[in-house]
T-cell receptor
Framework: GAGVSQSPSNKVTEKGKDVELRCDPISGHTALYWYRQSLGQGLEFLIYFQGNSAPDKSGLPSDRFSAERTGGSVSTLTIQRTQQEDSAVYLC?????????????FGPGTRLTVL | GQSLEQPSEVTAVEGAIVQINCTYQTSGFYGLSWYQQHDGGAPTFLSYNALDGLEETGRFSSFLSRSDSYGYLLLQELQMKDSASYFCAALPGNTGFQKLVFGTGTRLLVSP
């Protein structure tokens, strides 16, 4: 079956512009996660969705970052007024969430470059 | 705070055995996962340890010692395709969901 997909795969934008990153999770997966990975670093948790609600947004770096999920499926991460420090790979993952330890399946990521 | 420490890079030759260590410090601990990530690729799940001891999955094994806040990933019969970054990730378990905390990763270079 299809895995987690993300679009675009690459995004180059100018400082100050808004960007939208999209994630299509595996069908039927109720849990969805966004992470950020800076060059040579580990993954940094941003936000978690259970269905369409986000019980934990604690990882969002600033109020310029927001995310939503609709229909228990597609999620969009929006970064407003982008800054150069926002440059990173943004990864999305989904899981069934029957158990706390269900495997997270990752998408290929969106590489964001802010000039 | 929460942190996981791993060596930044490990090198080995084809056919060898390599061990990648991970020490963790988290507020609450449920288990330790390992992920593999090839350059430009998505992280993929390798293994999970909730209990002390060794878990074996083919050429890969993972070990956990809760008393030492320590784990490792063991890769045997190394192949060139094993060249990738390997991340340990702790599951604090006190968040109600799988809020993984990742280490900074170990880059494994396998040479002929």
């Amino acid at each position: 079956g299809a895995g987690v997909s993300q679009s675009p795969s690459n995004k180059v934008t100018e400082k100050g512009k808004d960007v939208e990153l999209r994630c299509d999770p595996i069908s039927g997966h109720t849990a969805l996660y966004w992470y950020r990975q800076s060059l040579g670093q580990g993954l940094e948790f941003l936000i978690y969705f259970q269905g369409n609600s986000a019980p934990d947004k604690s990882g969002l770096p600033s109020d310029r970052f927001s995310a939503e999920r609709t229909g228990g499926s597609v999620s969009t991460l929006t970064i407003q007024r982008t800054q150069q420090e926002d440059s990173a790979v943004y990864l999305c993952a989904s899981s069934l969430e029957r158990h706390l330890t269900d495997t997270q399946y990752f998408g290929p990521g969106t590489r964001l470059t802010v000039l | 705070g929460q942190s996981l420490e791993q060596p930044s890079e490990v090198t080995a030759v084809e056919g060898a055995i390599v061990q990648i260590n991970c020490t963790y410090q988290t507020s609450g601990f449920y288990g330790l996962s390992w992920y593999q990530q090839h350059d430009g690729g998505a992280p993929t799940f390798l293994s999970y340890n909730a209990l002390d001891g060794l878990e074996e999955t083919g050429r890969f094994s993972s070990f956990l010692s809760r008393s030492d806040s320590y784990g490792y990933l063991l890769l045997q019969e190394l192949q060139m395709k094993d060249s990738a970054s390997y991340f340990c990730a702790a599951l604090p378990g006190n968040t109600g969901f799988q809020k993984l905390v990742f280490g900074t990763g170990t880059r494994l270079l396998v040479s002929p």
